[in-house]
């Protein structure tokens, strides 16, 4: 059975499901949770972004920081206080999500 063996013998078709599962994951969790802020409390995302177009180029490009700034905004405040340190976070997570790829990338083909 192909459970009792270790990682490293598995198929590589068995890793790479998985890669793309994790993947895909990955690219759906700030941008789906952006999409039901918009489609649910769409109040908040115009008051949070000037315009629909700074909104959708951060959900293409940025999707941490933008789910970020768009749960920490106050309407008459903007972001203060913890809600930096949480859109400083999702800055963080967007690089991580992109390097990461990218160093897996360099180890699966090195």
């Given at each position: 059975?192909?459970?009792n063996r270790p990682?490293?013998?598995?198929?590589?078709?068995?890793?790479?499901?998985?890669?793309?599962?994790?993947?895909?994951?990955g690219f759906l969790?700030?941008?789906?949770?952006?999409?039901?802020?918009?489609?649910?409390?769409?109040?908040?995302?115009?008051?949070?972004f000037d315009s629909?177009?700074?909104?959708?180029?951060?959900?293409?490009?940025?999707?941490?920081?933008?789910?970020?700034?768009?749960?920490?905004?106050?309407?008459?405040?903007?972001?203060?206080?913890?809600?930096?340190?949480?859109?400083?976070?999702?800055?963080?997570?967007?690089?991580?999500?992109?390097?990461?790829?990218?160093?897996?990338?360099?180890?699966?083909?090195?």
């Amino acid at each position: 059975m192909a459970y009792n063996r270790p990682a490293s013998t598995l198929e590589p078709h068995y890793a790479f499901s998985m890669c793309c599962i994790v993947l895909v994951a990955g690219f759906l969790g700030p941008r789906l949770a952006v999409f039901l802020l918009y489609i649910f409390d769409s109040p908040r995302m115009s008051a949070a972004f000037d315009s629909f177009l700074i909104g959708f180029l951060g959900f293409l490009i940025l999707p941490w920081t933008t789910f970020m700034w768009a749960v920490c905004y106050a309407p008459f405040f903007g972001v203060s206080g913890f809600g930096w340190a949480l859109v400083g976070f999702g800055v963080f997570m967007d690089i991580a999500t992109y390097t990461g790829g990218g160093r897996r990338r360099q180890q699966q083909m090195g």
